[in-house]
């Protein structure tokens, strides 16, 4: 099973603030089929990014997601009220998919 | 518009079996792999099975693999898991989720909370 570690578990920030979200694997992911979602309490799960880098349709272009391999990243450009969440990233290998456990972004 | 509504859960006490549906409306419902996907009270998502549009292909997570069993009817836009011998461990919302076709979850429903007490 391919792990994914997210980092940090907490990200204390402002509104206007840039958010560096971490995620890394313990295998390479294949095809670099890693999506980026975010979560808030009492709704579901919204898709942001697949393929690593693809923003989903609507989604807007403050966030960007990037990398490959084992090391991937969820940038939020200028983070707005309605960003404050937990992120999980998620990755798919062909007979399994895995999610990491979560970085939650805060109001400092 | 793109719906899936999940049905109710409820309280199973150990040892139990449950049913759970998902109704799809507002796409294509027979030409995409679904899936089901969880999370435990304070504890992040986890993903449980997919089925492939013809139920022809179907994956499970270790942890619910020989317990739980995934099922769709394409004539009634309709996504099943079948979930026995529960433990408190399954006590979660549980979700059924749209495959994007690019190994992701476009959509997803509202959710539906399961308790395994006695």
């Known amino acids: 099973e391919n792990v994914l570690t997210q980092s940090p578990g907490t990200l204390s920030l402002s509104p206007g603030d840039r958010a560096t979200l971490s995620c890394r694997a313990s295998?390479?992911?294949?095809?670099?089929?890693l999506a980026w979602y975010q979560h808030k309490p009492g709704q579901a799960p919204r898709l942001l990014i697949h393929?690593?880098?693809s923003r989903a349709t609507g989604i807007p272009d403050r966030f960007s997601g990037s990398g490959s391999g084992t090391d991937f990243t969820l940038t939020i450009g200028r983070l707005e009220s309605e960003d404050f969440a937990v992120y999980y990233c998620?990755?798919?290998?062909?007979?399994?998919?895995?999610f990491g456990q979560g970085t939650k972004v805060e109001i400092k | 518009e793109v719906q899936l509504v999940e049905s109710e859960g409820g309280l199973v006490p150990p040892g139990g079996s449950l049913r759970l549906s998902c109704a799809a409306s507002?796409?294509?419902?027979?030409?995409?792999?679904m899936n089901w996907v969880r999370q435990a009270p304070g504890k992040g998502l986890e993903w449980l099975s997919q089925?492939?549009?013809?139920?022809?292909?179907?994956l499970y997570a270790a942890s619910v693999k020989g317990r739980f069993t995934v099922s769709r009817d394409n004539a009634k836009n309709s996504l099943f898991l079948q979930m026995n011998s529960l433990t408190a461990e399954d006590t979660a919302v549980y979700y059924c989720?749209?495959?994007?076709?690019?190994?992701?979850?476009?959509?997803w429903g509202q959710g539906t909370l399961v308790t395994v007490s006695s």
């Open positions: 295998q390479s992911v294949i095809d670099s089929n």
């Open positions: 507002g796409f294509r419902f027979s030409g995409y792999n």
């Open positions: 989720a749209r495959d994007s076709s690019r190994a992701s979850a476009d959509y």
């Open positions: 393929g690593a880098s």
């Open positions: 089925i492939a549009p013809t139920g022809d292909a179907i």
């Open positions: 998620q990755q798919a290998d062909g007979s399994t998919w895995t």
